[in-house]
T-cell receptor, first 112, second 115 residues
Framework: GQQVMQIPQYQHVQEGEDFTTYCNSS?????IQWYKQRPGGHPVFLIQ???SGEVKKQKRLTFQFGEAKKNSSLHITATQTTDVGTYFC????????????WGAGTKLIIKP | DTAVSQTPKYLVTQMGNDKSIKCEQN?????MYWYKQDSKKFLKIMFS???????INETVPNRFSPKSPDKAHLNLHINSLELGDSAVYFC??????????????FGPGTRLTVL
């Protein structure tokens, strides 16, 4: 069945270091979304990528969608304590206008 | 103004009890969802309603019954609660414009603990 794999599961970084999470789909995605969930909070939408090879930036966050539209990445430059949380990617289920398939999330932990 | 609200925020109950979680969205969205997030943070879709009509019903025990009295509300009733039902339950909504999958807006979650 359709799968979205996300790695790594956890990443520990020193504050100021960079962080990257990767998302790989078993099928071509029409678009991909990224969400952030702070500890104790709920997922919050960050961005949606639609075009093949698309790159979008939000301050220190850079999002990429692969040329084949089967993979994506989120890169954070110079992490800050406010970046802690779990980052999820999600893409639409094939032939569905209503359902997302979610990656398992990458938990970003900032070492003091 | 809260966009997607859920009540209660915390729910602690005994095995075998029946409980309900309520969800309301004031965004005017057509589609609403229930997700279950387990201790490993994995988000699992349970149900989805579009304009009060059930459109997604994943493999969920029939002890779970959603009800949508109108498109702004999607409640979740759980019968005969089991230990494995302990999790955080999130309600979400999305606009669902022109068939394009839009961002989902999540409620704050209901942490259910079954003792």
């Amino acid at each position: 069945g359709q799968q979205v794999m996300q790695i790594p599961q956890y990443q520990h970084v020193q504050e100021g270091e960079d962080f990257t999470t990767y998302c790989n789909s078993s099928t071509t995605l029409s678009n991909i979304q990224w969400y952030k969930q702070r500890p104790g909070g709920h997922p919050v939408f960050l961005i949606q990528l639609v075009k093949s090879g698309e790159v979008k930036k939000q301050k220190r966050l850079t999002f990429q969608f692969g040329e084949a539209k089967k993979n994506s990445s989120l890169h954070i430059t110079a992490t800050q304590t406010t970046d802690v949380g779990t980052y999820f990617c999600a893409g639409p289920v094939e032939d569905s206008n209503y359902q997302l398939i979610w990656g398992a999330g990458t938990k970003l932990i900032i070492k003091p | 103004d809260t966009a997607v609200s859920q009540t209660p925020k915390y729910l602690v109950t005994q095995m075998g009890n029946d409980k309900s979680i309520k969800c309301e969205q004031n965004l005017g969205h057509d589609t609403m969802y229930w997700y279950k997030q387990d201790s490993k943070k994995f988000l699992k879709i349970m149900f989805s309603y579009n304009n009060k009509e059930l459109i997604i019903n994943e493999t969920v025990p029939n002890r779970f019954s959603p009800k949508s009295p109108d498109k702004a509300h999607l409640n979740l009733h759980i019968n005969s609660l089991e230990l494995g039902d302990s999790a955080v339950y999130f309600c979400a909504s999305s606009p669902q414009l022109a068939g394009l999958l839009d961002e989902q807006f999540f409620g704050p979650g209901t942490r259910l603990t079954v003792l």
